[in-house]
Every structure is written in structure tokens, then in C-alpha cells.
């Protein structure tokens, strides 16, 4: 089946019990057993397993194209499970310019816990290839990447891994399974923060883990989830459920508006670089061209005149809401520099535009004005 029918209907079956269409959200944390102690539905206690989580760890395998998925209470909690389920003295090799929480975890939680990261510029597979030890045993793709957009090859990384004896993931957030199919392509496990696109509507928090076979990973995985705890409520299963129905449908809108305004930037005497892979220009294009379906939502622009120049471009806007996250409807904008602080390795000028799903030419209108006091003080 394609995305758009799997997305409707993977998972989801009217209610046995009473024919509801929409499925009900099981808030019960406890399950009753029989008089002889068997448990007749096969769940036990929220935490380990529950009838809304199930339902939507099905449609996130079948959307990813993996036999098996874990649903966290987070993005970070999905990320925190895959590095815990390694060991003291492992080692990580992941993208310098990885989501900056991504980063953050190895460098201040697991280097403590024992386990050894290198960050390497993903985007060249020779410089992943010598960063890879004797201890690596995994590598982490985030592509396009958190917030410059680069684009990682993903079989070629992929193939690096598995020669190196290691575990190929992809965060694959920002692509999500519309656009791009990391497990098709050799990785071993796909990372969705579902805080964004896959639910869709900046209500939920949550984060998932898809594999493509069950096997002693995932079920160390599975324990991290029930022990570690981190994980989605009820409600938020429910709510990440009814996003994903309406996913390849919003993708094509989210790609359709930021090609429109990555284009526009692109030709603006104010901007320096824009960062979107689907400008023909971009050094990600090529890779992206052939992994993709599209090119997202997502886009990032460099302003001339620095820190200054874009903190006005934000002030200045009408229409994008100045928060951070993205994947929403509505378009966001956010000076990333900023909200990741000293350790910032973002460009001084860079804005992340979160497009959303209102008119293209609005959005394009919005920063038109809002990029006119660059202009002029120039
Ligand atoms: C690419 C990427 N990965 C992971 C995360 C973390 O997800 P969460 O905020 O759901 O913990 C984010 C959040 O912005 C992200 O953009």
C-alpha cells in the first residue's frame, strides 16, 4: 500500500467492542487477570504495554516499512533509549551539526556514563569512515540536518556501518516516512522526534524508535522503555494517531510552501545563503535528489548583517510566530543561535523557518516586509 492509504489505515480498525471508528483512549494503568492468573488481552500495566500505545506503534512500523516500533514521551527519550542500550566504553560517531539536544546528551550525560562520541561532518563519508574505532558501535544520521539543512547520504553511511560492525540510526524527524525511508536505504533503526510533523498540529509531545525485524536490540530497547519509563500518555498516542492520518497530506503542502519560499529568499539582496535542499544550488541537492521524495518543510537562512540583522527580521514579522519547534500548521521562525546558547555552533545570522501550511504567497509577503528594514539600513 502507498503512504497516503497506510497512513489512514495502518493500525486502525473500528472497535471490536463497540464499532467506534476513531479508537478509544485506554487511560486504564492496570490490567485484570483471570481466576487463573493468565492475563486474557496480554497486557499487564501501562507502562510496559497498553491497547493505544500498540495501536500506534503499528502504524509507525508500517509507515517506516518496519516490522516493529517503540513509542517515548519524547524526541530526547526515543534518542536517550538508543545510546542507553549501548555500552560503558562503546563508542558513537555522530553528525557535528546533529539537533543540538543530540549532541548535548552525548557530550554531557553519556561521556559520562562511559560512552565515547566522535562528531564528524556527516555529510563526507571519508571523514565518517576514519573516525570509526575499534569500539564504534554505532553511527548517528540526522539529514536533512538541525538547523543547516545538510544532507547525508544515507546508503553510503549506511554501508560504512555495517562494514564497521556498528548500528546505523537515523533521526529522520525532519524528512519524515513521506519523504525519505531510512530502512530501505541500511539503516537499522529509524528516530522520529513525533513532537513534529508526524503529529503535526504543535499539541503533542512524543518520540519513536522503528526497526525493520525484531531481534535481541529491540528487545533491549523495549526494556529501556518499560524501565526507563519515558513514555507517551493515552492521550498523546491518541492525538499522534489522528496527525499521522493526515501526514502525506500536509507534507505535500509543507514542501509545495517552502519551495516557494526558499526560492523567493533565495533572490533576496538581504539574505546571504539559504539553506534548502531543494534549491538546485544547494550542496546537499544532488544526494537529496535521489533520496527523497521531496525536500521538506524546513528552512534556514543566513541574513546579512549578522545576529543584529535577524534578531530585526523576527521582531519584524506579521505573520510566522517567533517560538521554536516546527512541523506545525502554522509557520514559525526562530534566531537558533539564541535559543542554543554559547556552545552554539550555528551561524550568528542563521533563521530557522518552520513553513507551514497558510498561503505560500502570505508567507512570502511577510518576510518580504519584514526584510525590507535589512534592506534599507543597508
Ligand atoms: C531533528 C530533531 N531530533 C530530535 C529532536 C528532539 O525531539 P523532542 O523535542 O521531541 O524531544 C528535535 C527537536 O527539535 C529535532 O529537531
New binding site residues.
Given amino acids: 500500500m502507498r503512504i497516503e492509504t497506510l497512513a489512514v489505515h495502518a493500525g486502525h480498525h473500528p472497535d471490536p467492542a463497540t464499532g467506534a471508528v476513531s479508537p478509544p483512549i485506554h487511560l486504564s494503568t492496570t490490567f485484570a487477570r483471570e481466576a487463573d492468573g493468565t492475563l486474557p488481552h496480554g497486557f499487564l500495566y501501562a507502562r510496559s504495554d497498553n491497547p493505544t500505545r500498540r495501536e500506534l506503534e503499528r502504524s509507525l512500523a508500517a509507515l517506516e516499512g518496519g516490522a516493529t516500533a517503540l513509542a517515548f514521551a ?4 526515543a ?1 536517550a533509549a538508543v545510546f542507553q542500550s549501548l555500552l560503558p566504553g562503546d563508542h558513537v560517531i555522530a553528525p557535528r551539526d ?2 543540538y ?2 549532541a548535548k546528551l552525548l557530550r554531557e550525560v553519556m561521556a559520562g556514563w562511559g560512552l565515547g562520541s566522535t562528531l564528524v561532518d556527516m555529510t563526507d563519508p571519508a571523514a565518517v569512515a576514519a573516525a570509526v574505532a575499534p569500539q564504534t558501535r554505532l553511527i548517528w544520521i ?1 539529514t536533512p ?2 538547523p543547516t539543512l545538510a544532507v547525508t547520504d544515507v546508503a553510503r553511511i549506511s554501508a560504512i556501518a555495517r562494514a564497521a560492525g556498528a548500528y546505523c540510526v537515523c ?1 529522520n ?2 524528512a519524515t516516512p513521506v519523504l525519505q525511508r531510512p530502512l530501505a536505504l541500511g539503516c537499522d533503526l529509524v ?1 522520529h ?4 510533523y508526524l503529529g503535526g498540529h504543535s499539541d503533542l ?3 519513536a524508535l522503528v526497526a525493520p525485524a525484531e531481534s535481541d536490540w529491540t528487545a533491549r530497547l523495549r526494556t529501556l522503555q518499560a524501565l526507563g519509563g519515558a513514555v507517551p500518555s493515552a492521550f498523546d498516542c491518541w492525538l499522534l494517531m489522528r496527525g499521522i492520518r493526515s501526514l502525506p497530506w500536509r507534507m505535500r503542502g509543507h514542501c509545495e510552501n517552502a519551495a516557494a519560499v526558499a526560492g523567493f529568499l533565495a533572490g533576496h539582496s538581504a539574505i546571504e545563503a539559504v539553506h534548502y535542499p531543494g534549491l538546485a544550488g544547494d550542496p546537499g541537492h544532488a544526494v537529496a535528489a535521489r533520496q527523497m521524495a521531496g525536500f521538506g518543510g524546513m528552512v534556514s537562512v543566513q541574513v546579512k548583517g549578522g545576529a543584529e540583522a535577524a534578531l530585526g527580521v523576527v521582531r519584524r514579522v506579521r505573520l510566522f510566530t517567533r517560538a ?3 512541523g506545525g500548521t502554522e509557520s514559525l521562525i526562530e534566531h537558533r543561535a539564541s535559543v542554543e546558547g554559547p556552545e552554539s555552533r550555528t551561524p550568528p545570522g542563521l533563521l530557522r523557518l518552520s513553513i507551514g501550511l497558510e498561503h505560500a504567497e502570505d508567507l512570502v509577503e511577510d518576510l518580504d516586509q519584514a526584510l525590507r528594514g535589512v534592506a534599507t539600513r543597508r
Avoid at 193 to 196: I, L, R
Fill in positions: 519524547s524526541g530526547m527519550a534518542t546533529a539537533y539536544g543530540t540526522e540536518s538541525n533521526d524527524t525532519w528516530m522526534s513525533t513532537t513534529k509531545t512524543g518520540g521554536t519547534s516546527l
